[in-house]
């Protein structure tokens, strides 16, 4: 799947109220007026790049990240995070959940992929068998239109190589591979202000956005807060139970991340095409109305809840083994 796509939220102010004849004119506030329940984005908009909160098993935190085109962005070394941990691509992470260790077993979900994967392609023979029994001369034409496609396709992919570089691409605030994360707004602003490296420095502007950033700013956007840690128990409760919207955010945070982070083993399990991809797609048409709707709810129907639960417990896993928790 492509990367996902941001809207922006434009946030109402109100009108700065003229001083009456008889008040003294105070002259120009410090900032914009707001109305209640709203939060100054302006310093946001200004530099291109948002708070997150991450919600994961071992705890919430706060953090930053921002979309830039790949050719400006020197991508995170990972080079010390694997040389410490050698098998970090498989590693077993056990998480502590109300005093039972859950391990979380990369095997356990590539074999049921395996047989659900067997169980697609003898459908899809089926279907072939099916359409080649009744294939005439139209068959034949497609065919030659397949090869006159497949030469476009060469011409295309000379061109894409130029457009990879302008591709908007995920960064978050990380160092070495690492997700750092932050439990409070005051310990993240401390962390901005103190010029420690990271890879958000690598930004235009980023010296001047760590002068001016407060923790009160420090408030992300309903749609800028994940909650990785209810994605598997949601899983696990069946398909009647799933939430688009929680699963839907899981997987686009969770794409970023790994793509920020460079971990090819989630992005494998969230790219097109896999069991992950297709319970994502489904998703997303089931929350649409009519037609639409009605065939995602039965593509839904056809997912396994074991094989979705055990993925993203993989994945909430892989996530959680990179972050660096900061107080």
Do not use: C
């Amino acid at each position: 799947m492509g990367n996902p796509t941001h809207t922006e939220v434009s946030v109402a102010r109100q009108s700065p109220q003229r001083p009456d004849a008889d008040e003294p004119d105070l002259g120009d506030t410090d900032g914009p007026d707001l109305e209640p329940g709203t939060v100054d984005r302006s310093l946001w908009d200004e530099f291109n790049i948002d708070p997150v909160e991450i919600a994961l098993p071992a705890g919430t935190g706060f953090t930053l990240r921002a979309y830039r085109s790949a050719r400006e962005l020197t991508p995170t070394d990972v080079a010390e995070r694997d040389e410490d941990d050698p098998f970090l691509a498989r590693r077993q992470v056990a998480e502590t959940e109300d005093d039972e260790e859950v391990v979380i077993l990369d095997e356990e979900f590539a074999a049921l992929s395996a047989e659900n994967d067997e169980d697609d392609t003898d459908r899809k023979d089926a279907d072939r068998k099916a359409d080649a029994d009744g294939k005439g001369a139209d068959g034949k034409r497609a065919d030659a239109d397949a090869d006159g496609d497949s030469d476009d396709a060469g011409s295309a992919d000379e061109d894409g190589d130029d457009e990879d570089g302008d591709e908007e691409v995920p960064v978050f605030l990380s160092h070495k591979g690492r997700l750092l994360l932050f439990k409070t707004p005051e310990s993240l602003v401390t962390f901005i202000r103190s010029g420690a490296p990271n890879d958000l420095s690598q930004l235009d502007g980023w010296n001047e956005l760590s002068e001016r950033v407060e923790p009160a700013d420090i408030a992300p956007r309903d749609e800028d807060t994940y909650e990785l840690d209810l994605v598997v128990e949601n899983l696990r409760g069946g398909h009647d139970t799933w939430d688009p919207t929680l699963l839907i955010e899981a997987g686009e945070v969770a794409r970023d991340l790994s793509y920020a982070l460079r971990l090819p083993a989630v992005l494998d399990m969230l790219s097109a095409g896999s069991s992950l991809d297709d319970l994502d797609e489904a998703l997303r048409a089931s929350v649409n109305g009519g037609v639409g709707g009605f065939l995602g709810r039965r593509r839904l129907k056809k997912i396994g809840a074991q094989t979705a639960s055990l993925g993203w417990r993989t994945i909430v896993g892989k996530i959680s083994a990179v972050v660096d928790w900061r107080d």
